[in-house]
Each structure stands twice: as C-alpha cells, then as structure tokens.
C-alpha cells in the first residue's frame, strides 16, 4: 500500500461515525481523517476534531458553522469549517479524498454519499436509506464512475464475504440460490402482541444485541430496518426480492448467509460489533485489526433461527412489497418510515402506528418510474407530505 489512505466521515457524531474513527485511530500508519461531518452535538465533534485534527469540518448552517470556527480557534486547531449539503458534497467528492464513509442517517445523506460515488470513490455504505430510494440510479452511478461500493451494514458485508469475488457476473453466474439474511427480532420479538400498541421510544431503542442510533433502533424494532435491507442486499447483489429470506436469529452471531445451488451455506460470524464489518471495508482486500474481541463459541453455545412473523413486523411485509413494486415504492417506504419514526420518538403516535401510516402512504402513492435524482426526490417529497397528511388526520 502506498501512503496513508486519506478519509472523510460523513455523520462521525453518529454510532458508525465513532466506530469508524476507533478503527481509524488503530491505524495511523495506514488512514488519516480528511473531514469530519456532525449535524447536532457539536461538543462532540469538537472532542473528534481534537482527536483526529481534520482538515476539515462540516456542520448543519452558516451560523453553527461561525461559532464552531471559533470553538475550533479557540481549542488552536487549523480546521476550516463548511456547512449544508454543499459543504457536504465538497468533503465527499474532494480529490485528496480517498475513501468516504457515509454515515448520515436518513434521506439527508444521499445528496453526499451519491457525490462521492460519481467522484470514483471508495465509498462505505452504512447509510442504507441512500441506496434504497435511489437504487438503480445509485447502482448506475457506481458503475459510471468506477467506484468501489462496500456495504458497513453488518448483513451486507458478511453476504459480501461470503460471495465469490466475481459475483458481478450474475448470483445464477456463480452459483448463489439465495441470501439468507439474518434478523435478530430486536426488543420486542416476544412481547405479546397486545401491549405492542404501548411500547415506549425508551424500550424500543433498548437493542437486545446492538448499540445504534434512534432512528434504526427503532427501525430494528419493528423490522422496517430488516425490509430496508432486503431492498438494499437487492441492488447490491443484484438479486430479486424473491432470492432473500429473512431468517430470525435471536442472538445475532450469524450476520448473514448465503446458500448455493450445490448445497453449501456459507456464513459469517462475528461478535455483534460494528467495528468488524468497518474494518472489512476499510481495508479491503487486507484484513486488520478491529479492536473486537474473538468470537467465543463456548459462550455462545446455542444458535437459534425462526421465520420472521408477519403479524408482528408488518413493517416487513410492506418492505418486501415495496420492493416488489419498484420504481419509486421504497423511496415512498423510506420517507413514510423516517417521519413515522420521528412521530413515535416525539411520542406523537403509537409504535403500532408507525405500520400504519407506511401502509397508508404507500397505498396513496402509486408506484412510478425514477428516471432521475429529481423524480427520486418528488418521491421522497410527496411521501412527507402524505405522512404529514396522515399525522393531521389523526390530530397528532
Ligand atoms: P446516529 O443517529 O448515531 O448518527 C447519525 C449521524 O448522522 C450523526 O453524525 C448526525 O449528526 C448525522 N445527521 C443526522 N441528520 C443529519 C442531517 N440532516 N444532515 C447531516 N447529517 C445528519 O446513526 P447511526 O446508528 O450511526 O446510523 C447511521 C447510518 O448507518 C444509518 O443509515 C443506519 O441505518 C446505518 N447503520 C447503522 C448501524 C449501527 O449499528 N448503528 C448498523 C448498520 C447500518
Ligand atoms: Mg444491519
């Protein structure tokens, strides 16, 4: 390897953004931080740009970005600061850059993540909901350009592991019958279905096995995170809906398998830690340490797995029709989703609710082509608005 490779975090404040720089910091032989982004929590990005002295910054306005410029001063770091999704794209696409992380939760995190992919870059997918609402033009994208795209959602990379290296060619081309993607069943796998409609934001974001954000905690909880991912392992792997079983697996060691047609299942497993799949990425093709502690299969002991129950997690019955649809029906399933969960953490609807409302939104939004980044965005756009509609409706 030549030089150290030169990086930017997209959402370093976040769950994957910290993890990411554990890594990093690992190695300072081999990466060093281009640019760190935070949208909220700027005392915290202050302490990373301590840590990892970036070159530069990127917050939320114009006017966080002044008070950070002094807060950095102040602290006698040379670290120029840049705001909005221009300032955004400007750190993901930059020349010296050589590989981003795209770790900004939600919809606000395509504009940067898709810059980063038409610049050719190493791109780090953690953010999921890029690719679903702009799949095929995404994927278009990534091959335009020559980009290198690996997948951070521990599913994905373990299925990425597991695939031959030419799995390009065609899953039928390389033997793949199916993916066999693993779900833990999150907090509430067990809880009876009745007390369902009265679970709190606190209990959702309890993960029995993972610690991450609000936003997909709560989408663990009720599985849309597990249906964003059965579109996402889709355009990844070029892969139809109807080749990706959801197989729950309660205590998430088995990250995800993959079953060919000569009778082999081939899986990964690991501790539930995000460093390992951030690691995988980051070094790919070369295997580094990751600060997680091997897997201990005594400890372990038992792996249990169970079909996913569709009267529990509706959630993941509309993922897989959105899928099915197509065309702009998982961008409509991902801003339903954002707002509904943003409405139950603001304890404005029941979690129950948060299908509901999907539900509703997707059977007022017909299915239409995305031919471009606009039609994705009208897509998104309308969705909020049929959600918010929602909302009103029901006096939330
Ligand atoms: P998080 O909430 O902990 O962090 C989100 C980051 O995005 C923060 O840095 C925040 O400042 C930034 N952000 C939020 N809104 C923004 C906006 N409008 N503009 C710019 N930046 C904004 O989330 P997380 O758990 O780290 O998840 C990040 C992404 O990775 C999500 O797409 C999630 O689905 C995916 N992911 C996370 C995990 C995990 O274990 N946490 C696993 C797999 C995939
Ligand atoms: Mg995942």
Redesign the pocket.
């Known amino acids: 390897m030549s030089g150290r490779q030169r990086i930017t975090v997209?959402?370093?404040?976040?769950?994957?953004?910290r993890s990411t720089l554990d890594v990093v910091a690992r190695h300072p032989d081999r990466y060093e931080v281009h640019a760190l982004?935070?949208?909220?929590?700027l005392s915290d990005l202050l302490t990373l740009c301590e840590q990892h002295r970036p070159k530069l910054a990127v917050v939320?306005t114009a006017a966080d970005a002044g008070e950070f410029a002094q807060r950095l001063r102040d602290a006698g770091l040379a670290t120029d600061v840049l705001h909005g999704e221009e300032g955004?794209c400007e750190v993901s696409r930059a020349s010296e850059v050589d590989a981003v992380m795209a770790?900004?939760?939600?919809a606000?995190?395509l504009p940067p993540t898709l810059a980063a992919v038409r610049a050719g870059k190493k791109v780090l997918l953690?953010?999921?909901?890029a690719l679903v609402m702009s799949g095929g033009l995404f994927m278009q994208a990534v091959r335009d350009s020559g980009a290198v795209l690996l997948p951070?959602?521990?599913e994905h990379n373990a299925i990425f592991q597991c695939l031959p290296g030419n799995y390009a060619q065609g899953l039928a081309q390389v033997g793949v019958r199916r993916i066999l993607l693993t779900a833990s069943g999150g907090p509430f796998r067990e809880t009876p279905l009745a007390e369902l409609a009265t679970v709190t934001p606190e209990q959702a974001c309890a993960h029995p096995n993972?610690s991450?954000?609000?936003?997909?905690s709560v989408?663990s909880a009720t599985m849309a995170?597990k249906g964003l991912e059965l579109i996402e392992a889709c355009w990844l792997f070029d892969a139809r809906p109807s080749q990706v079983e959801v197989v729950v697996h309660p205590q998430s060691v088995i990250h995800s398998l993959v079953d060919y047609v000569d009778g082999s299942v081939l899986a990964q497993l690991g501790n539930p830690d995000?460093r390992t799949p951030i690691a995988n990425a980051l070094a790919w093709p070369e295997r580094i340490d990751s600060g997680v502690a091997p897997l201990d299969l005594f400890a372990v002991a038992r792996l249990d797995f169970q079909a996913p129950d569709e009267q529990r997690f509706p959630c993941l019955r509309l993922a897989r029709q959105a899928a099915e649809a197509g065309g702009s029906a998982p961008a409509t399933l991902n801003a339903a989703n954002e707002v509904a969960v943003a409405a139950f953490l603001e304890r404005r609807i029941r979690y129950t609710e948060i299908a509901s409302m999907i539900e509703a939104v997707l059977g007022e939004s017909p299915a239409g082509p995305l031919e471009n980044l606009d039609a994705v965005f009208a897509a998104d756009t309308s969705a909020r608005h049929l959600a918010g509609q929602w909302l009103t409706r029901w006096g939330r």
Do not use: Q
């Open positions: 997209l959402g370093a404040t976040g769950s994957i953004g982004t935070g949208h909220s929590r939320a955004l770790a900004i939760v939600g606000a995190g953690a953010n999921k909901e951070i959602d521990s993972w991450m954000g609000r936003k997909i989408d995170n995000m």
